[in-house]
Every structure is written in C-alpha cells, then in structure tokens.
C-alpha cells in the first residue's frame, strides 16, 4: 500500500514545473533564443565573487574532516553569531546566536516550524497570493491550510479579512514579504495593523498567533524598506534562506530564527529542532554553513534585476497590462487581458512565451512572471507580450 497523499504529490508535477519542461522541449527544437521563459524563479545573477573565494579558503585552509564532518544540529555556532551580528548591525536588534537554528533552506524550515505548530485542530493562515508549496507544507505537516483572499489590486493585506479568518484554532500567519508572486513589499503600515490585530486575537482566544515570516527575498528589494518583522510583533518566527539572497539554490542553506522574546520560545526552538530531526535533519550542508560564517554580511548586486523589472514594468504598463507595483524580489503579478490567466498562458505558450497562471497562488485572474532571465530575453519578449494583448483588445 502506497501512501496517496505522497503519491498525488509526487505523480502531478506542478504547473510551473510542466511549463518549465516544456520550455526546454520547445528550446532544443526552436532555439533557445527563441522561447521566452518566465516559469522558475532560478536566480539569474551568479553568487557574489566573495562566496566562491570562501569556498576556496575554507577547502585550502580547514582540515578535510571538519570542513566536511556532521556539525550540531542547531549549527555551528560560529555561523549563529555571524547571521546574529548581521542582523544586529542592520536593524539595531539584539538578537543572540542561541536564537537561530540553521536549516536546509525555506522549504525545510517551513515545514519544520509548521510541524511544531501542529496541534489537534490547529490552523495556519496565509494571504493570496502565495507560494504554492505552502499548502502541501502545511497539510502534511498536520495543520488546516487556510487563505485570506488577495487585497486586489496592491496585494498588501486586507486585515478585515484577516481578522474574519482567524478562529480559536489560529497557530499562525505565514507571510511572505517580499512576496513571491506578486513583488510587492508589505509596508511597515501593513505589518503593524497586522500584528495589531494578532495582539487582539492572542488576547481573545489565550494563546500565541504566531507570525510565520518566509523570507528568502528578504535582500531583493529595490530602494523600499523590507521591515524586520519580530521588531513589529514579538511572537514572529523568521525563515529565511540563502537560495535567491546569494544566490546559492542548490546549496540548501538558511536559518530559523526563533526570538528569545516569542511567547514559549524556549519550547518552540525545542520543537522546531524536534520536527526537523523527526523529518530526518541531521544538520546544515557544513562546508555552506562555514561559507556563512564569512558571507553572512554579503547583499546581492541587484543591478540587473532592477534593469529587467523596470524595462518589463515600463514596458507592459505602456501596452495596457495592469499590475502592482513590483518593490521586491523578481517576479510580476499580472492581470490576464481577458480575465481568464489560464487561457492567456495557453495563447502565450503557442507564441513560445511562458508565464504561470495565478490559480495555483491562489490568485486566479492573473498570471507571474520570473524576470530573473537574461536582458535579452525582457527586450526581446516585449513585442509578442504587445501581439497579444492586442488580440484582446481587438477582440472586444
Ligand atoms: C516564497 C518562497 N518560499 C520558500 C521558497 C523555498 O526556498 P528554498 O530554496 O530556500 O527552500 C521559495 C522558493 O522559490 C519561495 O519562493
């Protein structure tokens, strides 16, 4: 007997993956120069030299056995106080290297904190539009899935509807800021109403709502503020990675970051390390983990991220596609002439250009765009993105 939860899972690709195959299909016919491909959210900018040069000293200068021997499972603590200084420089936090616990990424460390989230009944909250991932992190984690419709059309968060969702069986709200689909920062504004209305609800109900803060695009912003959450709400739990900030996606490196002043901490940091190793944790790749020790100070060059969003917002705005204003990471959320993203993905797809529908963020009527592709290629798909919104328009 097969586990079908598991199956479905591993049998149905998603949408961006089958996009994504398809473009390498259609490149090996047509060309690559020839298909214009916004389906993955594969950094496009190569790590910052200073991360290969570290990589290079640590496997000239470290004995062999510790570069590559297990480490504790919370990390090294070398690591911890230099991901704890940073952030104490940066934001004027005193944050202590005991508060940090190094993983394989977000999507581990999401799924690790949801698991300590997981009692009877309980329940994790998110805002449209999110990351797909979240829901299957979520359900196999042991907690109801549950969505707070998008704030159409900035994309910050409708905190009336947040308030209307939360029940007695509310353990967080994931956020994801800069968000990934639609680019948009949540506003300092934004986030304090947010936790002024999980101060409320923690009150009524007599127990923590965490705010489960996903941010692997922390560093990918373009001359707006990022906030530091646990700043704004006490019981904010951070996840972070090095995936998009440096670059580094097949390295599997980033952190927990559990704040002494949490409510329960003590035990939450117990319970995230308990479901990590549970789920077969053992520790952080060790070579990357050194590699943080001496980068965790490094930003990403975003100059060429920065080039692309602002030729593709320019660009399509002037042909009549609406979106919101993309501040951060690399990806646009825009509205499908139309109406319908999926037909509108159909019709870019004969035309070799590929971009996801919104359904699968929750956000149906819309469709992303990963710019995080060569300049060539923004320049060059402006033209067929104009045909088609041309044909709508000729349309009605
Ligand atoms: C919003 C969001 N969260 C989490 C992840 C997972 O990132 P990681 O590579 O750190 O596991 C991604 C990856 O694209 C993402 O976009």
Redesign the pocket.
Known sequence: MINQNAYALGANRSCIRDLFEYGRQRAAIVGEEKVYDYSL?NPSIPSPKEVNEAVRAILSDTDSLKVHGYTSAVGDYETRKAISDDLNARYGVSTQPEEFFLGC????E?TAVFRALAVPGGEVLTIAPY?P?YKPFAEEAGLSFRVVPPDVPDFQICLEAVEKRITPHTQAVLI?SPN?PSGVVYTRETLTWLSQVLVRKSQEYGHPIYIVS?E??RELAYGVEVPFVPELYRNTVICY?Y?KSLSL?GERI?YVYVPRQAEDSQMLYAAIAGAARASGHVCAPSLWQKVIARCAHLRPDLDSYDRNRKTLYEGLTAQGYEMAKPDGAFYLFIKAPGGDANEFSQRAKEKDLLVVPGDGFGCPGYFRICYCVSYEKIVGSLPIFGELIREYQEKV
């Not at 990424?105 to 581990?108: D, R």
Request: proline share 18%; charged share 10%.
């Open positions: 959210g990424g977000a999507a581990p999401l990351f991932e994801n990934n996903d692997p695009y990675s995936s996606p980033g």
